[in-house]
């Protein structure tokens, strides 16, 4: 995921409307600037960077020379070079993965890390939004992970500002996607943290959809697990989010529920039942993505405390499975909610069967196929 902070200056005519040529020359002068032995020039070189490449792919290519001089830029004693240094690498690496990959190359990585420790508040921010563009590139992701980020990342995410808090979880997720960094994430033991944001962050946002993929991975870890059921309001936080979240979210909150009871059904089933999970996952079993709805009938599955052999009089239906678990839940409110919740998952199925059957008879005739054919294509959802 890229990132690009906000924007101070506007973008002027220059770059906007900048030919090749023109966009040539520009990038020319702000070079020689850039190499200059003067700060002031320096300074002023690295801030129409940034604004020239915010938007503009053309000035990114352009000024990919810049990279060097701006990473050298960052080690310089002065606060505000340094940060308009790294504003500058951090839009010039947007959506640019050579850019990318040269930053990281030239050395950036050690400066950068360093700022995440940084007293200025406003640096830390800038350095968690650099790692998060950075980290996008699968080029870089061992090499980040190599370094000391990840932990310093899992302390942003513990201790930093709101907007540090969501760049460094939106990082450490990139991270997470390199095979062995799950294991180095979870050595710094994030799960709090990620609770935390889950908590307080809007249940549709980008942030709560990475928060529970992120999780969604890591309780396939036991010491994941026992620290989430820890965390007072932990497992209801990813409920929450299966019941209000994004289409994406509630996947990964399914998901991530899933991999619990699928660990040890015993340990966590009653944790799961107890938040009130069982409305949220009839309405995904007909509403939610095709892989949402597989995942919420297997848990439904897992969530009974007996499970009906294959020869038993009841068939394995999930109005059979629900019943049963509401049967063994305390607390009318929730039995009553889900019994509503079942009778309106079973209308929405059959309105849903009805209109397939009617498509299918538009286009079914019987020049074209037999009655019983398009009778055995009709999708029952």
Not at 143 to 164: D, E, F, N
Not at 273 to 281: A, Q
């Amino acid at each position: 995921m890229d990132y690009s902070p906000p924007e101070n200056h506007t973008n002027g005519p220059e770059a906007a409307e900048a030919t090749p040529r023109t966009a040539s020359s520009a990038a020319l002068r702000l070079l020689r600037l850039l190499r200059a032995d003067d700060p002031a020039s320096k300074l002023q070189a690295a801030r129409d960077i940034r604004r020239l490449t915010k938007t503009s792919p053309a000035f990114r290519r352009q000024l990919a020379d810049a990279v060097e001089p701006l990473v050298a830029m960052l080690r310089l004693d002065s606060p505000e070079l340094k940060d308009a240094a790294l504003l500058a690498l951090l839009n010039l690496a947007v959506k640019d993965e050579t850019n990318k990959v040269n930053i990281v190359d030239a050395g950036a990585l050690e400066p950068i890390i360093s700022f995440l420790q940084s007293d200025d508040v406003e640096l830390q921010e800038h350095a968690a939004a650099a790692l998060l563009t950075l980290s996008a590139s699968s080029i870089n992701k061992p090499v980040i992970s190599s370094s000391r980020a990840i932990p310093l990342l899992a302390g942003i995410l513990k201790c930093g500002t709101q907007q540090a808090k969501i760049d460094a979880l939106m990082a450490l997720y990139n991270l997470s996607t390199h095979p062995d960094n799950l294991t180095l994430i979870l050595k710094s033991d994030p799960i709090p943290s990620i609770v935390n944001l889950l908590k307080t962050c809007k249940k549709s946002s980008k942030t709560a959809e990475k928060c529970t993929a992120l999780l969604e991975s890591l309780l396939n870890f036991e010491d994941s697990r026992i620290a989430l059921t820890s965390e007072e309001g932990g497992v209801f936080a990813i409920v929450d989010v299966l019941e209000n979240g994004s289409l994406q979210s509630r996947e990964h909150a399914v998901g991530a529920l899933l991999a619990m009871c699928q660990s040890d059904r015993c340990k966590y089933r009653e944790p799961i039942l107890r938040e009130g999970v069982i409305p949220g996952l009839l309405e995904l079993t007909v509403q939610g993505t095709p892989k949402s709805q597989g995942k919420a009938h297997t848990l439904l599955r897992l969530l009974r405390e007996s499970p009906y052999p294959k020869s038993d009089h009841q068939p394995d239906t999930l109005e059979n499975i629900v019943c049963n678990i509401i049967s063994q839940i305390n607390g009318e409110d929730q039995s009553d909610k889900a019994k509503k919740m079942l009778a309106e998952m079973v209308q929405v199925s059959m309105e849903q069967t009805l209109r397939h059957v009617q498509q299918r008879a538009l286009v079914c005739t019987p020049a074209d196929m037999p009655l019983a054919n398009c009778a055995s294509e009709v999708s029952l959802k």
